[in-house]
């Protein structure tokens, strides 16, 4: 079964700092890995990873992923009171659904 | 762009009642996925449509939920005699063909009392 373990469960940080947010997984036939915010309401995507070493860029966020060492790494720099949210990995493999398999998230 | 719509955006019924969420996804998206998120926890995924075809289900999908998708269109999920430990955060999600993130709505929160 995918399994996505998600570190740390929550942080408290001054505006300003850089964060970054771990994410290590377990699946069969990996296909992709996303990061998504979710505030109070719906999830809002943020990346798609899907090939190591290359880091995905958005802003004050970025992200990368490892493939041999089954981690991605989220950054936020120079952190802002918006940022405020629950931080979601998700895996998808490549069975028939390709459905994603979500970790229990990062609160900053 | 218009988003992936739920509607209700909450309900609250007593338990041993029939519920139904609808869910219109994003119009050129044909995958549609139904999940489910309490507190604290990542969404658990629920079951999945290939435009009209519902090809996976979760086995936390007990007997007691239905989902459809007539048209490849908008979806329903229905519950048969709700439980309280139905009460969570309903969402629904499409995306496109291939390797695409799926786009989430703002999900119906269902409370059983």
């Known amino acids: 079964e995918d399994k996505v373990v998600q570190s740390p469960l929550s942080l408290v940080v001054h505006e300003g700092d850089t964060v970054t947010l771990n994410c290590s997984y377990e699946?069969?036939?990996?296909?992709?890995l996303l990061w998504y915010k979710q505030e109070k309401k719906a999830p809002t995507f943020l990346f798609m990873l899907?090939?190591?070493?290359i880091e995905k860029k958005s802003g004050r966020l970025s992200s990368i992923l490892d493939k041999k060492e089954l981690f991605s790494i989220l950054n936020i720099t120079a952190t802002q009171t918006g940022d405020s949210a629950v931080y979601l990995c998700?895996?998808?493999?490549?069975?028939?659904?390709?459905?994603?398999?979500f970790g229990t998230g990062t609160r900053l | 762009d218009t988003g992936v719509s739920q509607d209700p955006r909450h309900k609250i019924t007593k338990r041993g009642q029939n519920v139904t969420f609808r869910c219109d996804p994003i119009?050129?998206?044909?995958?549609l996925y139904w999940y489910r998120q309490t507190l604290g926890q990542g969404p658990e995924f629920l079951t999945y449509?290939?435009?009209?075809?519902?090809?996976?289900k979760s086995r936390l999908l007990s007997d007691r939920f239905s989902a459809e998708r007539p048209k490849g269109s908008f979806s329903t999920l229905e519950i048969q005699r709700t439980e309280q430990g139905d009460s969570a955060m309903y969402l629904c999600?499409?995306?496109?063909?291939?390797?695409?993130?799926?786009?989430f709505g703002n999900g119906t929160r269902l409370t059983v009392t």
């Open positions: 899907t090939s190591s070493g």
């Open positions: 119009s050129e998206h044909n995958r």
């Open positions: 998700a895996v998808g493999g490549r069975g028939t659904a390709s459905k994603l398999t």
């Open positions: 449509f290939q435009n009209e075809a519902q090809l996976e």
């Open positions: 999600a499409s995306r496109v063909e291939g390797n695409s993130p799926l786009h």
């Open positions: 699946v069969t036939n990996f296909r992709s």
